[in-house]
């Protein structure tokens, strides 16, 4: 009986912003299907109570770690630490994520600075860390989280979409450098959520009926609907498969 390309039972994989929202169902997702899950956050409370309720829930292997995904010596510092302790992860998400709105003619530079600090800095942080030890090993798979707004530009969130423009070019960069070490860097792009970030999207009326005439599948996406993207893309059946973006976005970018 042939193996089955998608279990990923066993392998290690570290979620950054995965103590809450999206992040923690993916993190939750993974956990499910056999792997074993390193929960990321800011405060050691936060992600110690996500660690035991993943853990609990799926009865899988769960730890936390604590750093500031801005600050690359303490991204390299916690990383190396990690590595001795946990191993080199097989699985690399990079999900931590910033949203600032106002109009771009009254956007605060700190709030740049800000935006871009989290979604796209801490990406090339967190893999530059990871990364080198999957080379040596010669196997990994890195998952970075974009956003429909890589494409679809919306009033008030220019910074966020540039950034997540940027994390989608970042993605085929790695791609084009680590493919020769075994390693798939590919990104997710999420359409509407009903997530943490979003709740003041969700929770008004008006863009409600936005989003069902906007999307073709006429809702906001569940959270879960990401998993399944995440476990092809972290097993072997997407092996051959690097420096792509795909799209969950019920259908959102395929019509005008």
């Given amino acids: 009986m042939a193996s089955n390309p998608f279990d990923i039972s066993g392998r290690l994989a570290l979620v950054t912003g995965s103590s809450r929202g999206l992040g923690n169902a993916l993190a939750r997702g993974l956990a499910e299907q056999g ?11 936060t992600v110690d109570a996500a660690a035991r309720d ?14 500031d995904v801005t600050d690359a010596e303490e991204v390299r510092s916690q990383l190396t630490a990690l590595i ?13 994520g910033l949203q600032r709105r106002a109009p771009f003619t009254e956007f605060d530079p700190e709030d740049w600075d800000a935006v871009l600090a989290t979604n796209l800095s801490s990406a090339f942080y967190v893999s530059r860390a990871i990364t080198p030890a999957m080379a040596e090993r010669g196997s990994g798979k890195v998952v970075n989280i974009g956003s429909v707004q890589s494409k679809l530009a919306r009033q008030t969130i220019a910074p966020y979409g540039a950034s997540k423009g940027g994390v989608v070019m970042l993605t085929q960069g790695m791609a084009a450098d680590l493919a020769r070490y075994n390693i798939q860097v590919n990104c997710i792009s999420p359409g509407y959520f009903r997530t943490d970030m979003n709740t003041a999207l969700w929770q008004d009326d008006d863009f409600n009926a936005w989003i069902e005439k906007r999307t073709p599948a006429a809702r906001w996406g569940e959270v879960e609907e990401l998993v399944g993207t995440l ?17 969950v976005d019920g259908g959102m970018t395929s019509v005008v």
């Fill in 35 to 45: 792997a074993k899950v390193i929960i990321h956050g800011r405060s050691r409370d």
């Fill in 54 to 67: 993943i853990a609990n829930a799926t009865g899988a292997e769960v730890s936390g770690v604590t750093f």
């Fill in 84 to 96: 001795e302790q946990h191993g080199v992860p097989d699985i690399l998400v990079n999900n931590a």
């Fill in 231 to 247: 476990l092809y893309l972290c097993s072997n059946a997407s092996s051959f498969v690097s420096g792509q973006n795909i799209l």
